[in-house]
């Protein structure tokens, strides 16, 4: 659908056609939220047996069950499929309970939860009508069920450092009951040995868990929801988890962590259509040890440790932010913010995320040092976190971040994702705006990607903490997989945090605009990189002499290609590829680096300004890894203004870099190093059109025009294609450019 199908003006309909004539498809039709059309045209959103279900994020999803029944599995299409057993009913009720001849019966009810869970036997069902109830509440008994009137009616109170529910039977179900204070609120523990099997949270509210009375631990610092450890079929329904704060103290500590929910070697957890938001790291310690100040707590919506087989479908993940870095006292740095995640995953696979919305997921905020000087910079945040243990997930497009989908793909086979702007100044995953692992014939078409900066490194003991890596995308480990026509800008590594008294700052993170690692059979062509800048060193912590030294510079890289074979690297162009503005010039910048043991052809690529910057350092158009082993060649490519070679191999692989009809301009340090620069080749400006915005095509009085390998296929060139292919990211493409004296060839070449 491209605006062109209709012939006359008429009603839009969502049918994947412009109707109205246009230009636009499908206006007016809600996806996400729509329950004629859900997650797509004429998808019905109708489910029977169930108090209310929604379109949430494009996915079906009950809202709503009636008092017996949960929706356990978080699948809309078999309703709410499981039934809350119980073979003894006990009421408890705080306003009129424990008068004289209480038994626990409807007429005659308990005063507290405790008393009702001491005489309660397997299978009973506790009625908790309105009132508070104090914590702790621990739940010891198989098969409990506390069922609240109403969550806004009915709370537990938990206070100081203790969870105000703790669970540690199986098959025990809350429901309409606000949890508030303690801390955690919620604790669902077993042990290795003895998982707890089955706790369910429905229709629960988790608020505002408290620090103890008087912390003087790190750990006592951290602030949680609900923590889950040795569980096996955990599920959260249709509940809030809000208002969770770290703590933060002076002295040496760093602020303590926020997290919603917290997972820990569970087995099958699901988290269906609840809200996890307002959760803040706590600030760090002002003037800490060592003459550094505390980094920010780390903020997550929910995190999964040793978890396998997750479940989350429609949850909204709203307003985490990293805590504010430590203030610098005497001789001091300032303390770097802390990170903030809506989703982390460590060690943890085999998990299935539809219709996820994360949004408001930012980085702590970098403190001032001493004198005002040594300002840490603010930390970065991430929408999901996987760490490289837990690559094996499935990630639908359905989830969102700052309302974009995450394209994070494993395990997928034929799939296209094409015509997507991913523009939003927000890190989608810590992998990049896009990543494909292992994964079969997906093919990325027209995507336009930018605004990617690395985590920041932390201020630390000594030299400072390296700053994180930044990439526009990485496609690892795939088989026939292709990347066409699509731009990837403004890609950063992170900043380095600063150094102790008198120590090197940290080094600046690397940035990739793409990387293409252990590929087999793949195809990139027709696409656009840059800018790609490397993360700056930071300065050196203070000393009586002015301060320790910057840590390096970041490398760049305009595209990576590593370990592949059989790759089709065709019509691409890379644009300012630079370091940061610090003064140590030891970062690697070029536009293309290839490692591995299998050979590569690179036609068709226009390399503008590598190594670019406030303070340039030698940049290289094609660089080869010392792992090369095999020969790469370079045909039909322009190199202009490298700032230092046009190609660059090692003593160890000399001769295996070459190149042949391209032209190489202003490359100061020479034509190559350790390579070779063979038969047709120009030394000549190429004329592009406005470099310095990117914009690599040739002007019509370029040289590169008609300058290609003669036996090049250009009948796809405009007329008149002057009977030879050009040089550059355009040639033998309908967008070159034809010379103002060109003669045109019906099969070109003749």
């Known amino acids: 659908a491209n605006g062109c199908e209709c012939t006359e003006s008429a009603e839009e309909l969502c049918n994947g056609t412009d109707d109205d004539c246009d230009g636009v498809v499908d206006e007016g039709f809600d996806l996400m939220n729509d329950l004629q059309n859900c997650g797509g045209c004429g998808v019905v959103c109708e489910v029977e047996g169930v108090d209310a279900y929604d379109c949430i994020n494009g996915h079906c999803t009950i809202t709503a069950c009636p008092p017996d029944v949960v929706d356990r599995n978080g699948l809309a299409e078999d309703g709410c499929e499981f039934e809350l ?206 003459y550094i100040s505390a980094a920010g707590g780390v903020a997550d919506g929910i995190q999964f440790y040793n978890t396998t087989g997750a479940l989350l479908v429609g949850n909204t993940l709203d307003t985490i932010s990293g805590g504010k870095g430590g203030y610098g006292g005497y001789l001091t740095s300032g303390g770097t913010g802390g990170e903030a995640t809506g989703l982390r995953f460590v060690s943890s696979t085999m998990s299935t995320l539809t219709g996820n919305a994360i949004s408001g997921v930012t980085g702590g905020v970098g403190s001032i040092g001493w004198e005002n000087k040594f300002q840490a910079p603010n930390q970065r945040s991430y929408g999901l976190y996987l760490d490289s243990n837990s690559i094996a997930n499935d990630v639908a497009l359905s989830n969102t971040v700052e309302g974009e989908p995450v394209v994070f793909l494993y395990g997928a086979n034929g799939q296209v994702v094409e015509n997507l702007s991913l523009t939003g100044a927000h890190n989608p995953t810590n992998w990049g705006i896009v990543a494909v692992f292992d994964s079969e014939a997906v093919i990325l078409r027209n995507l336009e990607l930018a605004h990617f900066i690395g985590r920041t490194g932390n201020t630390s003991f000594g030299q400072g903490e390296a700053g994180g890596s930044g990439a526009g995308m990485r496609l690892i480990r795939c088989s026939g997989c292709a990347l066409e026509d699509s731009t990837i800008t403004d890609i950063s590594g992170g900043t380095g945090g600063h150094g102790s008294y008198g120590a090197k700052g940290g080094f600046g993170g690397p940035a990739v605009g793409l990387l293409v690692d252990q590929c087999n059979g793949c195809s990139i062509s027709g696409n656009g990189i840059g800018p790609v800048q490397g993360g700056s060193g930071s300065s050196g912590g203070y000393a009586h002499s002015g301060s320790g030294d910057f840590g390096s510079s970041g490398s760049a890289l305009g595209v990576q290609l590593l370990n592949s074979q059989g790759l089709f690297f065709s019509n691409n162009s890379v644009h300012h590829v630079m370091k940061s503005w610090e003064p140590v010039a030891t970062a690697v910048t070029a536009c293309v680096e290839v490692g591995g043991e299998f050979a590569t052809a690179i036609r068709q690529l226009s390399c503008f300004a590598p190594g670019s910057g406030s303070a340039p350092n030698p940049g290289q158009g094609v660089r080869l890894q010392s792992t090369t082993t095999a020969p790469v060649q370079v045909v039909n490519s322009i190199f202009s203004s490298t700032n230092g070679y046009g190609l660059v191999g090692v003593a160890s692989n000399d001769g295996l870099l070459s190149a042949s009809y391209s032209d190489f301009y202003s490359c100061p340090l020479g034509l190559s190093l350790n390579a070779t620069v063979g038969v047709g080749c120009l030394e000549q400006d190429p004329l592009f059109y406005n470099p310095n915005e990117g914009n690599l095509s040739l002007t019509v009085n370029s040289p590169c025009i008609d300058s290609g390998l003669p036996t090049t296929d250009c009948n796809d060139e405009p007329v008149p294609n002057g009977c030879r292919v050009n040089m550059g990211a355009f040639g033998g493409t309908s967008d070159a450019t034809s010379a103002l004296d060109a003669v045109h060839c019906s099969v070109c070449p003749q």
């Open 85 to 290: 057993f119980a073979v003894a009913d006990l009421w408890v009720d705080a306003l009129n309970g424990g008068l004289p001849g209480t038994d626990g019966s409807q007429e005659h009810p308990f005063a507290t939860i405790q008393e009702a869970l001491a005489v309660a036997e397997p299978s009973t069902r506790i009625h908790i009508m309105a009132g508070t109830y104090l914590g702790p509440v621990h739940v010891d008994q198989v098969g409990v069920l506390l069922i609240g009137e109403d969550r806004a009616l009915v709370t537990i109170a938990g206070t100081n450092a203790e969870p105000a529910l703790l669970i540690t039977a199986n098959e025990v179900v809350v429901r309409e009951i606000t949890i508030s204070g303690g801390n955690p609120g919620v604790v669902i523990r077993g042990d290795a040995l003895d998982a707890v099997d089955t706790a369910i949270l429905s229709d629960v509210i988790v608020r505002a868990p408290v620090l103890s009375q008087s912390p003087t631990e790190q750990s006592q610092l951290n602030v949680t929801g609900i923590r889950a450890e040795y569980v096996e079929g955990l599920a959260v329904l249709s509940s809030s988890v809000t208002d969770i704060t770290g703590g933060g103290l002076d002295g040496s500590l760093n602020g303590g962590q926020a997290v919603g929910l917290t997972c820990l070697w569970c087995v099958d957890p699901i988290v269906v259509a609840s809200t996890f938001q307002d959760i803040l790291g706590g600030a760090g310690g002002i003037n800490g040890a060592g």
